[in-house]
């Protein structure tokens, strides 16, 4: 393989971590074997167990690996030059966009994979829940910018964190609820009584 070859193709653990990513969000942990992720990824069995111990620890390395992804999106989001309150409204359009009418693999992830691992493995448990944290700690400091820069209502005795978690957990579990009930009745609920909040 030339030099130039090997900075355009993806390596080996790459490779698996983004085949195993898009099967996962699209069928789920429990969905998806060992081998169709070897299949589909065109890699030997080895070359698998070279780079993770389990299939537990490749669904860990997944979650990571989305969550440092979604960290670049919302430093994305907190450098445009726009007030608070307007950086929360796109961070929540984009959820309620991207969640109606069922998602692509890039978007599902989280929703996917929240309900079905939490008893299932402590190691994707944890992975999941400092996911959870760094999005509501983002949250948390966009309502504090809001409130200084007065886009964003405070309200009297609730402190940013319990809001930002308030929100979260909503959004979270109406995306859960949109995919079973296979209706955006409960996205747009929460859609109303979060731009409510903000002011909007």
Known sequence: MSANSA??????????LETGYQLIAKKGFTGVGIKQ???TAGIPKGSFYHYF?????FGEAIISNYFT???RRLDAIASQDINAQQ???NYFQNWYDTQQNGCDYKKCLVVKLSAEVADMSEPMRIALNAGYQQTINWLAQQIKAGWADNSVPHLDNVAAES???????AWLGASLIAKTSQTNTPLAEVWQMTTSQMGR
Do not use: N
């Not at 900075?7 to 698996?16: A, E, G, N, R, V």
């Not at 111990?53 to 620890?57: F, G, L, P, W």
């Open 53 to 57: 111990a389990s299939k537990e620890a």
């Open 87 to 89: 950086k929360l409204y």
């Open 7 to 16: 900075t355009i193709l993806p390596d080996t653990k790459t490779h698996l």
């Open 37 to 39: 992720i070897l299949d």
């Open 163 to 169: 809001m930002a978690k308030r929100w979260y957990f």
């Open 69 to 71: 992804d979604y960290k």
